[in-house]
């Protein structure tokens, strides 16, 4: 057999060898587990994926599906899908509480902004926002619409189905809106419980760890800071306030985007609770049905 010949014939089978081989990297020499084609041992050691902002995956050109990546802004791993074509977020690195469904897939971006004048710092965006509003009818800064003292357990989606049959506990176990089309029923949970939303540590906190409902003085102490007590206030406030609209307590019906803001308190008032209320004309605190989806901004505990 001419050399020239052999020498094609080893390099064919080492090619096939290496195409099928098994991999092990590890300290000790060991050989790779049957079942995996990629075998990584390490008592000291971990394994770095790699890491990158929000901007910089969307860059990607085509990602392929299951592509996996840490992303440092919202502080979460990311995997893709390429039958929806879009990032779906797991382990959290202690920022939203467990369980909870972030609509679109993306948890809120965890961004401090500090009223001056109460020296409060919150979220800068609303829960669900993808950005901070860049005028006070900017639909990609309203967020959710979350029914007072629920998780966040899929029903602030603003896509999310809705049920008209009441939860007689703190957690549905399903994320439809709860819609109270019985007379004189204005809350999705009945019998009613206060101690909802209460603190940082509160029953259904929706937002990340270390941050809470505000309370109603929270709420009044901001809008006196305000420069005018309406939307346009609100929006050249600090906290770039926007008029998100509403989900309606009684059909589930959306109404008020681009018109009203109405943002939640942690307070309650008999079978009510407090909420933030502003249009074009004026803004003050009033006292809502806790079946009405409205918008949530987080406070810094």
């Known amino acids: 057999m001419k050399p020239i010949r052999v020498i094609f014939i080893i390099i064919a089978l080492l090619t096939t060898y290496l195409l099928e081989a098994q991999v092990s990297i590890s300290s000790d020499g060991s050989e790779p587990d049957s079942s995996a084609m990629l075998d990584v041992k390490s008592t000291s050691k ?62 809120t971006a965890i961004v401090d902004v500090t009223n001056p004048t109460t020296g409060k710092t919150w979220m800068d965006r609303n829960l669900g926002a993808s950005r901070v509003a860049t005028d006070s009818t900017d639909a990609l800064a309203y967020g959710d619409l979350y029914q007072w003292g629920r998780f966040a357990d899929g029903h602030q989606c603003r896509d999310s189905d809705q049920t008209s049959e009441l939860s007689s506990t703190d957690n549905p176990g399903h994320g439809d809106f709860i819609a109270t089309n019985s007379f004189g029923i204005h809350d999705w949970r009945t019998p009613k419980n206060d101690n909802l939303w209460q603190g940082v540590n509160g029953i259904n906190n929706p937002c990340p760890k270390g941050y809470r409902l505000p309370t109603e003085a929270e709420w009044q102490d901001e809008l006196k800071s305000w420069g005018s007590t309406n939307a346009t206030g609100a929006f050249n406030s600090p906290l770039k306030l926007p008029k998100a609209g509403y989900r309606d307590y009684n059909l589930g019906n959306f109404g008020g985007s681009d018109q009203v803001g109405n943002y939640w308190s942690s307070t309650v008032q008999s079978t009510n609770s407090y909420y933030l209320y502003f249009n074009d004309n004026n803004a003050n605190l009033n006292q809502g049905y806790r079946a009405q989806g409205y918008s949530v901004r987080c406070i810094k505990d």
Not at 71 to 77: A, G, L
């Open 46 to 107: 971990g394994v770095l994926i790699p890491r990158m902002t929000t901007a910089q995956r969307d860059a990607i050109t085509n990602p392929e599906a299951s592509l996996l990546i840490f992303n440092i802004t919202t502080q979460c791993y990311e995997g893709y899908s390429t039958q929806d074509k879009q990032w779906y977020s797991f382990g959290c690195i202690g920022s939203y509480p467990p369980g909870a469904r972030h609509c679109g897939g993306t948890p």
